[in-house]
């Protein structure tokens, strides 16, 4: 079976500061990973994706996520917070099916 | 149209009534997928068509759920004698590909079961 864990439901920066959200996987196969954010009131929103390749990936709005197979991870970064980066980030894997996982919510400080 | 969208918005039911939540994937799309995100969780799959066949619904809580895609666009959810954990957020994905390897989602329709 395969999952998806994100350490930190709660994550507050500061405008300019490193953006670190943090997700593992657990999988015998390292699965299609994915991250996308949630603003209120609306749905999901694709940030950026990993199938094969470069483990470094970049996404939109500036955030990057890399693949990290002996971690088992898939982290994403941003390396400035902006005000408009507030919101919910999950991460997913997608096997036979999509797992999410339960969300970060992203407090951007001005 | 442009993206995924679904109806009603929202939704408030009273305990044991009916409800049915609409999606109008992408036009063209081929995969449709369904899922219950309840407050402070991440989305969880319900069920996955491919064109106007259920491929998969394991993930339906109950058999109080069923949803239908008759034609291969338009998909109803349909939750029947709704019971208070059912209150949720609804969303609906579209894909082009058949393995839903791309997935675009509708904003969701909120389900209040008072």
């Known amino acids: 079976a395969q999952s998806v864990t994100q350490l930190g439901s709660h994550v507050s920066v500061s405008e300019g500061a490193l953006v670190l959200l943090r997700c593992n996987y657990s999988?015998?196969?390292?699965?299609?990973l994915f991250w996308y954010v949630q603003y209120p009131n609306q749905g999901l929103q694709l940030l950026l994706k990993y199938t094969t390749g470069a483990t470094l990936v970049k996404g939109i709005n500036g955030f990057e996520a890399e693949f990290k197979k002996s971690e088992t991870s898939f982290h994403l970064t941003k390396p400035s917070a902006h005000m408009s980066d507030a919101a919910e980030y999950f991460c997913?894997?997608?096997?036979?099916?999509?797992?999410f996982g339960t969300g970060t919510s992203l407090t951007v400080i001005p | 149209g442009a993206g995924v969208s679904q109806s009603p918005r929202y939704k408030v039911a009273k305990r044991g009534q009916d409800v049915a939540l609409r999606c109008d994937p992408i036009?063209?799309?081929?995969?449709l997928f369904w899922y219950q995100q309840a407050l402070g969780q991440g989305p969880e799959f319900l069920t996955y068509?491919?064109?106007?066949?259920?491929?998969?619904k394991s993930g339906l809580p109950s058999d109080r759920f069923f949803a239908e895609r008759p034609e291969g666009s338009v998909s109803t959810l349909k939750i029947q004698r709704t019971q208070q954990e059912d209150s949720a957020v609804y969303l609906c994905a579209s894909s082009l590909d058949p393995s839903g390897y791309e997935q675009y989602f509708g904003p969701g329709t909120r389900l209040t079961v008072t």
């Open positions: 999988s015998s196969v390292p699965p299609y």
């Open positions: 068509f491919q064109n106007e066949a259920q491929l998969d």
């Open positions: 997913a894997a997608l096997g036979n099916q999509f797992y």
């Open positions: 036009s063209g799309h081929v995969s």
